[in-house]
Nanobody, 118 residues
């Protein structure tokens, strides 16, 4: 399994960003996928969203509900996270993962950094 996240950047509070995750080495179209994040200075990795293999069964952690939107394109083996109305509390390293409790590769990628700052 190989997961590669991209799209992280410096963004102003209230702004938007779209993260992508390209998957290989697995049958992506049959895999439930998750987004996780790790805030600076924190050891815990936080689950923030999950999406079923067919794009249904979508769930969000309360702090991102209504602001983030998860989606996928199975034809491209790609997972997305649309982030809107971001705040400084969204600053973190964002990972896509094949399970919500993934502790490291290969079940998650290397991450993409999102920094929210003016």
């Amino acid at each position: 399994v190989h997961l590669v996240e991209s799209g992280g950047d410096l963004v102003q509070p209230g702004g938007s960003l779209r993260l992508s995750c390209v998957a290989s080495g697995l049958t992506f179209s049959r895999q439930y996928m998750n987004w996780l994040r790790q805030a600076p200075g924190k050891e815990d990795v936080e689950w923030i969203s999950g999406i079923g293999s067919d794009g249904r069964n979508i769930y969000y952690e309360d702090s991102v509900k209504g602001r983030f939107t998860v989606s996928r394109d199975n034809a491209k083996n790609t997972l997305y996270l649309q982030m809107d109305k971001v705040s400084s509390e969204d600053t973190a390293l964002y990972y896509c993962a094949t399970n919500p409790n993934c502790a490291g590769p290969p079940c998650r990628g290397q991450g993409t950094q999102v920094t929210v700052s003016s």
